[in-house]
C-alpha cells in the first residue's frame, strides 16, 4: 500500500537528473576505497579484503574514541579525505595502480553497487515498513557527532546504550564525512556495506581457483536471494482468493523466505496438499520460522544488524584463508588469523544474536590450524596460533570496553531455552527450505585435498549450528507461533550465507564431475528467484525513484515538504510529532530532519528499556496534548525540553479542532507557524519563544 496511498507527482527529469546526481555522489564517497584498493593490489594483498579490513578497523577506532570525546561536524576532514585522495589517485596513476587487472576485480562490486541502486533507487521511501525507519533512527543518534552513547533521540535525555548499531554508527559517520542528510546517508550505506559481501564473496572464490563460471553463479545466487523453497512457492498455492495481482506477487516473494508456519499455511494445490497437508493442522499453532538470506535484504529494504552480520562473516573467512593458505611468513599468517579473531567481538556491537555462532566458527577453524601444526611437530608454532586468535579478539574487545559497560547493563535477559514437542519444524517444509545449502553440506566431503582443512572445520560447524537451532531458541520477548522466530530468521541466514561463502566454491571444485554438477544444480534452484523479482518490480509503481534522501513519499503529504524542511535548518531541539504504538509515520518527518522527538514508537522503547512506566506516561500525555484535553500542556512540555510542535494533516485529519485549542493552551511560550494548508485546514508547526 505504501507505493500507492499518495499522489504521484514527479517531474520527467529528475529521476536522471537524481541518478547522475547521486551516482557522483557514490563516486566521490567510493575515491578513498579506490585508492587503498589500488595500492593494496600493488602491494600484492587481497585487494578487497585489505579494503574491508581498513574499513571495519577505523569505524572501531572512532567508535571507541568517540565514546571519550565527540568529534563533532567533519565535514572538513571529509573535504581533506577527498583531495589526499584525488592527489594520490594522481601519484598511484603515474606508478601504474590503475590498469584493467584492477577495473576487473571492481565488476563484482559495480555489479553489487548497480542490484542496490535497483532496490534502494526504485523504492528509496523510509516509510514505516518493517524496520526501516528504525534504522533511520539509530542513524539519527549518531548524527550530531556528540560524545557517545548519544541521547535517544526517541526519548531525549535518556541515553541510546541498548542497541547493538555499529554499523548505523558507520553510516552517520560516513554522512557526517560527506554531509548527507539522515535518509541518504542510510539509503547510500545500504547500498555500499550491502555490496562489500558480494565482493569478497568472489574474492575469496577466486583466490582459492573456483572457475569464473562457477564464481558467477555463486554471486548470483547470494544476490538474488532465493531459497529452496522458490521453486515450491509456485507450485503449492495459487490465487484463490482473487487478490490483486501486486499483492499475490509481493506474497511469492516473501513466501520465499517465510516459507515455514506462513506460507505453507495456504497450500491449496494438489501436489501442495499431498506434500505439505500435514503442515495445516487444525487446532494446532505452527511456528513462523523465516529464512532472510543476503539477497533478500536487498528487498525488504532495511539497513538492519543482519547486513553486517554477513560483511563480518565474508570478511573473516577470507582473512581466515589468507592466514592459513596465502600468507608465506609466519608472523604475517598469526597476524592475519588476529584480524580473523578481531572479527568475532565486533559481532557484539554490530549483530550480537550471531556472536556464538560466529566465535566457534573462527576458534574450531583456529584449533584446527594449531592441530595440524601440533601434529607436524611444531608445538610452538601451535600455541602462537592460539595465542593469535586469543590477542586479536581481546584487542577488539578492550577496545569496544566503552560501548559494552552501557550495553551490557541495558541488555535484557534473553536465555537459550528448549526447543518443544509442539515447536519443532515440519520435516518436509525444512527440507523443501533448506535443500541446496543440504546438498553443499553434505557435498563437502569430496572437497579438494588442498581445501578440506578450510572447509571441513567451517562446514562442521554450521552444519551442527543448523541442528542446534532445531532443539534450542534464543527466548526473547517473542511469543506463541513466534518463540524461534528471530532466532531461524538470524542463524538460518547466517548458516545460508556462510555455506555459500565457505564450502560451496570448494564443492564445486571437487574432482568429481557428478559433485560439481549436483551442487551447480542445486544452487541454481534458488534463481527461480528471478521471476518473482521481475515481476514484484514489474506490478509495483516507483513514485520516488532515485530520490535517496528518502523522504520522498512524504513529500507528496500535505504539507510535508514545507515541515520537513523547516525542522531541517531549525535549531537542533526536541519535536513534539505524534506516534502511535509502533510501525506507523510518527517521527517521521522529525527523523529526516536529524531532529529528536519526545517519544517515538513506544512498543519498540518497551522492548528496548522494559516496562519503564515513563513511556507510557509521555505516551499518554502526548495523545491528550494533540486530543486538546490536556489540562496544562505548557508546563509539562517545558519540563521535558520541547522546542517544536508538529501539527500535519494526520491531525487536522483526526481532530482538526484540536489546533485552535491547543493554540490557545500553547500562546504564552509556543508561537505557531503556518506553513502549509490542507484545503482550509492549517498545517504547520509550534515553536518555543526564547
Known amino acids: 500500500a505504501a507505493f500507492s496511498i499518495r499522489p504521484l507527482r514527479r517531474h520527467p527529469l529528475q529521476s536522471p537528473m537524481s541518478l547522475l546526481l547521486w551516482l557522483a555522489v557514490f563516486s566521490a564517497i567510493c575515491l578513498p576505497g579506490a585508492v587503498v ?51 594520490l589517485a594522481v601519484g598511484g596513476a603515474r606508478q601504474g595502480w590503475f590498469d584493467r587487472g584492477l577495473l576487473l576485480i571492481s565488476l563484482p562490486f559495480f555489479a553489487a553497487v548497480a542490484v542496490g541502486l535497483l532496490w534502494r533507487g526504485s523504492y528509496p ?36 546504550d541498548f542497541y547493538y548499531a555499529l554499523q548505523h554508527y558507520g553510516a552517520a559517520l560516513m554522512a557526517r564525512l560527506f554531509g548527507l542528510s539522515p535518509g541518504g546517508a542510510y539509503n547510500v550505506a545500504f547500498v555500499l556495506l550491502m555490496a562489500l559481501t558480494p565482493v569478497l564473496t568472489w574474492e575469496l572464490a577466486r583466490r582459492q581457483g573456483l572457475a569464473r563460471g562457477y564464481a558467477v553463479l555463486l554471486l548470483a545466487v547470494l544476490m538474488v536471494g532465493g531459497t529452496g523453497a522458490s521453486v515450491w512457492t509456485r507450485l503449492v498455492a495459487t490465487n484463490t482468493e482473487a487478490k490483486a495481482d501486486n499483492v499475490n506477487v509481493y506474497d511469492r516473494m516473501a513466501g520465499s523466505a517465510r516459507f515455514i508456519g506462513n506460507y505453507d499455511q495456504r497450500i491449496n494445490t494438489p501436489l501442495g496438499l499431498r506434500l505439505f497437508g500435514h503442515t495445516i493442522t487444525e487446532g494446532r499453532e505452527w511456528q513462523e520460522l523465516p529464512l532472510e538470506t543476503f539477497g533478500y535484504q536487498f528487498y525488504i529494504g532495511d539497513y538492519h544488524p543482519p547486513i553486517s552480520g554477513y560483511f563480518l562473516l565474508a570478511l573473516a573467512l577470507s582473512l581466515m584463508w589468507a592466514a592459513q593458505s596465502e600468507a608465506r611468513k609466519t608472523g604475517t599468517r598469526l597476524a592475519l588469523a588476529g584480524l580473523a579473531a578481531a572479527t568475532v567481538p565486533l559481532t557484539i556491537a554490530a549483530h550480537a544474536w550471531i556472536f556464538p555462532l560466529h566465535a566457534v566458527m573462527v576458534g574450531v577453524w583456529g584449533l584446527t590450524q594449531a592441530g595440524i601444526a601440533w601434529r607436524g611437530g611444531d608445538r610452538a608454532l601451535a600455541g602462537h596460533w592460539v595465542m593469535a586468535l586469543v590477542l586479536g579478539g581481546l584487542a577488539v574487545l578492550v577496545l569496544l570496553l566503552p560501548f559494552l559497560a552501557g550495553f551490557s547493563s541495558r541488555s535484557l535477559s534473553t536465555p537459550v531455552a528448549w526447543v518443544t514437542a509442539q515447536q519443532h519444524t515440519p520435516l518436509v517444509s525444512f527440507l523443501a527450505l533448506m535443500m541446496p545449502i543440504l546438498v553443499v553440506l553434505g557435498l563437502s566431503a569430496f572437497a579438494p585435498r588442498h581445501l578440506r582443512s578450510f572447509v571441513w572445520p567451517v562446514a562442521a560447524v554450521l552444519g551442527l549450528a543448523l541442528v542446534a537451532s532445531e532443539f534450542i531458541y534464543i527466548d526473547d520477548l517473542s511469543g506463541g507461533r513466534h518463540e524461534r522466530t528471530n532466532t531461524t530468521m538470524k542463524w538460518w541466514g547466517w548458516i545460508w550465507v556462510g555455506t555459500l561463502i565457505a564450502v560451496a566454491p570448494a564443492v564445486m571444485m571437487s574432482p568429481k564431475r557428478w559433485v560439481r554438477g549436483v551442487s551447480a544444480a542445486a544452487l541454481a534452484l534458488t534463481l527461480f528467484y528471478v521471476i518473482d523479482i521481475v515481476k514484484f518490480i514489474s506490478n509495483t509503481t516507483q513514485p520516488d525513484l532515485m530520490q535517496l534522501h528518502g523522504d520522498g513519499i512524504y513529500r507528496r503529504d500535505a504539507g510535508g515538504p514545507a515541515i520537513i524542511d523547516a525542522l531541517k535548518v531549525a535549531p537542533r531541539g526536541v519535536v513534539l510529532e505524534r506516534a502511535k504504538y509502533a510501525y506507523d509515520d510518527g517521527t517521521a518527518y522529525s527523523m529526516l530532519a536529524g531532529q529528536p522527538v519526545f517519544l517515538g514508537w513506544p512498543l519498540h522503547e518497551v522492548t528496548w528499556r522494559g516496562q519503564l512506566p515513563e513511556i507510557w506516561s509521555r505516551h499518554k500525555a502526548m495523545g491528550e496534548i494533540f486530543e486538546g484535553t490536556h489540562a496544562d500542556p505548557v508546563p509539562y512540555l517545558l519540563a521535558h525540553d520541547v522546542r517544536y510542535i508538529v501539527w500535519s494533516w494526520r491531525e487536522a485529519h483526526h481532530k482538526p479542532e484540536a489546533r485552535e485549542v491547543l493554540d490557545r493552551q500553547l500562546a504564552s511560550h509556543y508561537q505557531w507557524r503556518e506553513l502549509a494548508r490542507w484545503g482550509d485546514r492549517p498545517l504547520g508547526l509550534w515553536t518555543r519563544r526564547e
Open 37 to 87: 584498493l589500488a595500492w593494496a593490489r600493488h602491494r600484492g594483498w587481497p585487494p578487497w579484503t585489505s579494503l574491508a579490513t581498513g574499513i571495519a578497523m577505523v569505524c572501531t577506532v572512532l567508535f571507541t574514541v568517540e565514546h571519550a570525546v565527540g568529534l563533532g561536524n567533519l565535514r572538513a576532514l571529509g573535504g581533506l579525505l577527498l583531495l589526499a585522495s584525488a592527489g
Open 125 to 160: 521511501s523510509l516509510f514505516p515498513s518493517a524496520e526501516r525507519l528504525t534504522d533511520l533512527y539509530f542513524i539519527v543518534n549518531y548524527l550530531e557527532g556528540t560524545q557517545l552513547p548519544p541521547v535517544d533521540h526517541w526519548m531525549p535525555p535518556y541515553a541510546f
